[in-house]
């Protein structure tokens, strides 16, 4: 396992001591979040749980899924996920030993699940029963043109609710069991892709529901964080409307970046380097936390949420948010805390001590300047 030599880790409890912004770490695996733990990560910021669909049979079972017939056919299939994501969310709560868990609901794209190549196509025929025929043309059906701008996020979990609804059940019943083994979390649920307040107030709704049943069936009291990302610029916009359902704002800074530019995450590589090398953008906005469009968008979001709800928790959550400059920004704006990759975390909390420093310094400085 990865560990830090206890020089390092004295040096890195100074910085604890002075830094006053929190470094939360993204891990999706129990891996993962024992790296962040060994990292003395304050917590787990983004968990994107979509990647926790890939493992052994569980892609056959979202793929059964995609070819049910009706929302019960679906829910039953996915009853069949429900004992494997508590397990999920079980193991991070426990490694986590009470630290903040932020799961981020199920953010992507149905067709990723289904074969493309013909003979895994005639396979999943075999699996399901159906001709190739009925797999090949309901593939169609789900194919997108842009889907990074297509059925993603939230918009799923409004047009297909099941997949939330036995992600939220997971997320509760792992909730009373960590609580019965005397850990009371109080979980964190993330909604993805927002760009309009009624879909976090119906998402809203249909959480509340659930964790009322859960509390019901276990007795277990427990409370739970509701948060979104901010990762349109829309979302950023009517961060105060928004705000009126949340407790916390995270800003996902990856599709910020592509949404705010126009330009695919996928596809920038192509004319990055001609266009930094021309001086049309000073540096990639995917590496570097783009102070002029993104930030300001960051800025705005933050204002207005903290504008209605003045204790809202702000964060940044996308590849940025371990970057010295993105920490100095999100420093400047009041924010709570940043999440970055587990291995980025050491580094982290040393440059918001060294900001911290810096700061305190300069305020002395300028005080003694007046003086
Ligand atoms: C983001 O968009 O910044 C983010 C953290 O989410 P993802 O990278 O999973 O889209
Ligand atoms: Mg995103």
């Known amino acids: 396992e990865a560990a830090l030599d206890d020089a390092f880790q004295t040096l890195l409890s100074w910085a604890d001591a002075v830094r006053d912004i929190g470094v939360r770490a993204n891990a999706d695996t129990p891996k993962d979040a024992q790296t962040a733990k060994n990292f003395m990560a304050e917590g787990i910021g983004l968990c994107r749980t979509e990647h926790m669909f890939f493992d052994g049979d569980r892609i056959g079972v979202m793929r059964e ?16 996920l429900l004992p494997m994501q508590r397990d999920d969310f079980e193991a991070l709560f426990s490694i986590m030993e009470g630290r903040p868990v932020c799961i981020r609901l199920f953010d992507m794209p149905l067709h990723e699940f289904l074969p493309y190549d013909k003979s ?12 190739l025929s009925t797999v090949v043309e309901r593939m169609q059906g ?8 297509g059925m993603r996020g939230v918009r799923q979990g409004i047009a297909i609710p099941e997949i939330y609804e036995m ?15 005397g850990m009371p979390v109080q979980p964190e649920i993330m909604i993805p892709l927002i760009s309009a307040v009624r879909e976090v107030e119906l998402i809203k709704l249909r959480l509340d529901k ?7 069936a276990t007795g277990v009291d427990f409370k739970f964080k509701l948060g979104v990302m901010v990762e349109t610029p829309r979302a950023a916009l009517r961060a105060g409307d928004i705000a009126q359902f949340t407790d916390f704002l995270s800003f996902g800074t990856n599709d910020l970046t592509q949404m705010t530019y126009g330009l695919s995450r996928d596809d920038a590589g192509r004319f990055m380097s001609a266009y930094v090398k021309q001086g049309v953008y000073p540096e990639d906005p995917f590496h570097s936390l ?7 968008l960051l800025a705005i979001g933050a204002m207005r949420g903290r504008q209605t709800r003045s204790d809202v928790v702000l964060s940044i959550c996308g590849e940025h948010g371990g970057t010295r400059p993105a920490i100095a920004f999100c420093r400047a704006q009041g924010f709570d805390y940043v999440s970055c990759s587990p291995f980025r975390v050491p580094a982290a909390r040393l440059s918001a001590a060294q900001l911290t420093l810096l ?10 300047g007046r003086a």
């Open 359 to 368: 700061d305190a310094r300069m305020a002395s400085s300028a005080g003694s």
């Open 142 to 149: 789900l194919s997108e043109y842009n889907p990074m701008l």
């Open 120 to 131: 895994g196509q005639r396979d999943l025929a075999e699996q399901l029963d159906l001709p």
């Open 65 to 80: 899924m995609i070819f049910a017939g009706t929302a019960d056919d679906r829910r039953a299939v996915l009853d069949r």
């Open 167 to 181: 992600q939220a059940r997971a997320i509760f019943e792992a909730t009373a069991r960590a609580w019965g083994r």
């Open 290 to 296: 783009d102070l002029d469009g993104v930030g300001e």
């Open 210 to 216: 659930i964790a009322a049943e859960v509390r019901g």
